[in-house]
C-alpha cells in the first residue's frame, strides 16, 4: 500500500500473469507498437464511447511495465493520450503509454472482472489514483480482454469526468463489448496463422 502526497490511499494491484500476459502479447503483436490495426483499435473506442456516451474510452493492453492504449477515444476526437497523461514512449503516436499506477484498467486485468465506478471518489482505494485530480475522472467502466487461451490481455473501458449511474445495463455493454473485441483478436490471430 502507498500513500501519496494529498494522503489518499493508492493501491496498485499486484500481477502475478504479468511475465505470461507479455509474452501473449508479443506473439499477438499487440502492446508494443502501432500497425495497421491500430486504426481499427481506435474505431473500437470510438465505437464505446458512442454506446456509453462518455468522453473518454480506451483499448488498453497491459504488459509486465506499462499501459498501451491501442485504441484510445478522447472529447477533442484527437485519438491522443496526452489528454491521459500518457507519453510516447517507443511509439509512432504521441501518447499512448501510462504507467500501470495510472487509472482502473490493471485492477480488471489483475482481478479478471469487470469493474464498476459509479463515483471513484465514494471507494477510497479508487479516489487516491492520480486521474481523478489532474484529468478529473470521476467514473469508470471497464471490463477485461480475456482471449481464447485464458490470457487477460488488458481491458476495454469508458470513463467520465462525472459521476455515473451505470447500472447493471452499463455493465451487460461493456462485457458484450470486451467478447466483441476479443473475437476480433482471435480472428486476427486465426488469419495471420493462416487459418
Request: proline content about 5%; overall charge neutral; some cysteine.
Amino acid at each position: 500500500m502507498t500513500r501519496i502526497a494529498t494522503g489518499r490511499m493508492l493501491l496498485t494491484p499486484v500481477d502475478r500473469d504479468a511475465v505470461v500476459r507479455t509474452q501473449r502479447l508479443r506473439t499477438l503483436g499487440l502492446g508494443e507498437r502501432a500497425d495497421a490495426s491500430f486504426d481499427n483499435f481506435d474505431a473500437f473506442a470510438d465505437r464505446v464511447a458512442e454506446v456509453t456516451e462518455v468522453p473518454f474510452s480506451m483499448v488498453n493492453f497491459i504488459d509486465g511495465n506499462r499501459q498501451f492504449f491501442a485504441g484510445l477515444h478522447t472529447p477533442a476526437g484527437t485519438h491522443k493520450g496526452s489528454d491521459l497523461g500518457a507519453t510516447a514512449a517507443g511509439s509512432s503516436r504521441s501518447g499512448r503509454y501510462v504507467a500501470l499506477d495510472r487509472g482502473y484498467c490493471p485492477h480488471v486485468v489483475v482481478r479478471r472482472k469487470a469493474l464498476v465506478l459509479e463515483d471513484v471518489c465514494d471507494y477510497p482505494r479508487f479516489a487516491g489514483n492520480p486521474v481523478v485530480d489532474e484529468i478529473g475522472i470521476r467514473s469508470y467502466l471497464g471490463a477485461p480482454l480475456i482471449d481464447r487461451t485464458g490470457v487477460a490481455l488488458g481491458a476495454v473501458c469508458a470513463v467520465d469526468t462525472v459521476p455515473r449511474p451505470w447500472g447493471r445495463a452499463g455493465l451487460d455493454t461493456i462485457k458484450s463489448l470486451a467478447r466483441e473485441l476479443v473475437g476480433h483478436i482471435d480472428q486476427r490471430e486465426g488469419n495471420s496463422n493462416g487459418i
